[in-house]
């Protein structure tokens, strides 16, 4: 069984995703801190005079460190997704980049599973839930990848397992015009490959 290749997009994917939160996260901490320095600066309490100063440079230090890890992960996000769009323009679509998106949240939607009363059966979702949120597809002109992670514990992967011709059915009925390879198996990793047939 042949190794699954995996596209710059699809190994990107996830670090583009978390460091798109990452950066909201901290613009948000950093609107917050904003309001309180807007705040100290307004302050004009004689008794507060030199709280708020002190108050005023320390949230000042922080709002600095705030504003590096922006820049930094902006930019680091920024590297990460120019050369894919770049490439998509050049050889490909940008609307085959925002379906790629689109789609693989769909399909991880459409896979999540929701846990039983059983302890046993929670643990195995769960396991396969986390999976599932790692699955993605890169969607091209010519050709569509769907790659997956197995989970670690059996249980959890035999209900992966058994959702793979459903799933075969739910990728083939969003892309009609791709004809379809059965799910190929290398250690941990499930792939499917469609290949446009008009």
């Known amino acids: 069984m042949r190794k699954p290749g995996k596209s710059f997009f699809i190994r ?13 996260i901290l613009l948000l901490v950093r609107v917050s801190f904003k309001m309180i320095e807007s705040f100290l600066h307004n302050e004009t309490s004689s008794f507060l005079t030199e709280y708020s100063e002190f ?5 000042g230090a922080i709002s600095d460190a705030l504003d590096g890890g922006i820049v930094l992960s902006f930019a680091t996000l920024l590297l990460m997704v120019v050369p894919e769009l770049v490439t998509r323009i050049v050889n490909d679509s940008l609307a085959n980049w925002f379906s790629s998106i689109w789609v693989s949240l769909r399909l991880r939607k459409f896979l999540i599973r929701q846990a039983d009363n059983e302890g046993e059966g929670i643990f195995k979702i ?6 599932i949120r790692k699955s993605v597809i890169d969607i091209r002109n010519k050709k569509i990848t769907y790659l997956v992670k197995l989970p670690n514990d059996v249980m959890a992967q035999k209900l992966l397992l058994e959702s793979k011709e459903i799933l075969r059915e739910e990728i ?3 892309f009609p015009a791709y ?10 990793w499930l792939r499917i490959e469609g290949t446009k047939i008009r």
């Open 126 to 131: 769960q396991h396969h839930n986390k999976s």
């Open 179 to 188: 004809s379809f390879s059965n799910f190929e198996r290398y250690k941990h």
């Open 172 to 174: 083939s009925s969003r």
């Open 12 to 24: 990107t994917f996830h670090i583009n995703g978390f460091l798109l939160l990452i950066s909201l």
């Open 55 to 59: 108050m005023s440079k320390a949230v």
